[in-house]
């Protein structure tokens, strides 16, 4: 079994492990670190395709940003020991049952049906081909959806800190 | 490719991944950790892209680029949910889904 097989197995078993643990576990702070965990193995899995950049964007934006994020709200809007109740019984079957009858389906689907491997030249991606390909405006160039998304970032940004601003008039009753 | 691990093996771990994401949407209750589910599922369409870009079109990039994508608008689908989520916090003192009605009708 070479390393690369090795690394594989162990970063599938920590991805799966603990994202059942953090969809289950009844304290917020651990399911949001499980959930740093889940996304730090992904990082894994990208390094292990030799997408490097792509795991350092999960890294920085994804574990560093995000996650940061979601801890920052639980610690604004819960009590650092608080449990949350048993799910009622209803929707405990519901979603195993639709996540069992939903990944039985894809996964039939994706055992049967046959994934011609490509045996291509591998493109290198280092940073000069990202860079090049993401402004360029020709046939594969991303520079519209990049242009598009820097206005969306932006919309997002002024749109957090007007829903999130504490309204004045309200300060003084409370 | 990678010697030795089939393109399935990588496919069936992100859609148990996609599927637990699912799975905790159904069953909590709170805001902020149906947040957390639907970034798992991002997550896993995310390995899916790259792993069909690495495997099947190595010599492309088109799928390196969407999962790019993808990390940048579910940052800022984050930020704008949190941002919600601590306003309703504000108004109602508690963040579970079943008080989240106001608007409703």
């Known amino acids: 079994m070479s390393l690369s097989v090795f690394m594989f197995y162990m970063l599938s078993g920590i991805i799966l492990t603990f994202s059942v643990l953090s969809i289950t576990t009844r304290r917020i702070l651990r399911a949001a670190v499980y959930l740093l965990i889940v996304l730090i193995a992904t990082s894994g899995f990208y390094f292990l395709l030799n997408y490097e950049f792509m795991a350092a964007v999960q890294l920085t934006l994804y574990a560093g940003g995000i996650v940061v994020l979601i801890i920052f709200s639980i610690l604004l809007t819960h009590h650092i020991s608080h449990r949350f109740n048993r799910p009622n019984l209803v929707n405990l079957l519901m979603g195993i049952g639709v996540a069992v009858i939903g990944s039985g389906l894809v996964l039939t689907t994706l055992l049967t049906h046959p994934f011609m491997a490509n045996n291509a030249p591998v493109l290198s991606v280092d940073m000069t081909a990202i860079g090049n390909q993401l402004l360029s405006t020709d046939k594969n160039g991303y520079v519209l959806p990049f242009e598009l998304i820097s206005i969306l970032l932006l919309a997002s940004m002024i749109a957090a800190i007007i829903v999130a601003k504490k309204d004045k008039n309200k300060n003084s009753e409370i | ?105």
Request: glycine share 4%; proline share 1%; hydrophobic share 55%.
């Open chain 2, 1 to 105: 490719m990678i010697e030795g691990i089939a393109i399935e093996h990588f496919l069936v771990v992100s859609t148990l991944m996609f599927f637990t994401g699912i799975c905790g949407f159904i069953i909590r209750r709170n805001l902020i950790t149906m947040l957390m589910s639907v970034e798992l599922i991002l997550n896993s369409v995310n390995i899916n892209f790259l792993v069909f870009n690495r495997y099947l079109y190595p010599d492309q990039l088109q799928g390196h680029f969407f999962s790019l994508f993808i990390v940048g608008i579910a940052a800022a689908e984050a930020s704008v949910a949190i941002a919600l989520i601590i306003n309703i916090y504000r108004n109602l003192q508690n963040i579970d889904v079943e008080n989240v009605s106001e608007m409703k009708y």
